[in-house]
Nanobody
Framework: QVQLVESGGGLVQPGGSLRLSCAAS????????MRWYRQAPGKQRELVAS???????NYADSVKGRFTISTDIAKNTVSLQMMGLKPEDTAVYYC????????WGQGTQVTVSS
C-alpha cells in the first residue's frame, strides 16, 4: 500500500487560489496514475483530476480551466493548483493512488467562503 499525505487546504475567498500537495511513500512514476477526489458534505465523492506518469491529464468538467494537476517525480508528489475558486468547490480533497493497492490520503479541507 502507498502512504499518501495531503497538505495545503484552508479557507479562501471566492475567486482565490490554493495549491494542494500530496506526498507519496513510493515512486509516483512506478504508481503510474494519480488522482484527486473531493467530497462535499452530503454528497458522494467525485473525481476532480487525474494524471498519468506520462503526463496525460483529465479533469472534471466543473474544474476545467481552473484547476491544474501536476507531478514532481523527483519529490514523489502530486499537486493540484486551484484558481478561481467558487463556494461549490468547498469539500474535503483526497489524493488517491489506485495501484498497486487502492490507497487514499487522510484528506484536506478546502473552504471557499467570504
Amino acid at each position: 500500500q502507498v502512504q499518501l499525505v495531503e497538505s495545503g487546504g484552508g479557507l479562501v475567498q471566492p475567486g482565490g487560489s490554493l495549491r494542494l500537495s500530496c506526498a507519496a511513500s513510493r515512486s509516483i512514476f512506478s504508481i503510474g496514475f494519480m488522482r484527486w477526489y473531493r467530497q462535499a458534505p452530503g454528497k458522494q465523492r467525485e473525481l476532480v483530476a487525474s494524471i498519468t506518469s506520462g503526463g496525460t491529464t483529465n479533469y472534471a468538467d466543473s474544474v476545467k480551466g481552473r484547476f491544474t494537476i501536476s507531478t514532481d517525480i523527483a519529490k514523489n508528489t502530486v499537486s493540484l493548483q486551484m484558481m478561481g475558486l467558487k463556494p461549490e468547490d468547498t469539500a474535503v480533497y483526497y489524493c488517491n493512488a489506485p495501484f498497486p493497492v487502492d490507497s487514499w490520503g487522510q484528506g484536506t479541507q478546502v473552504t471557499v467562503s467570504s
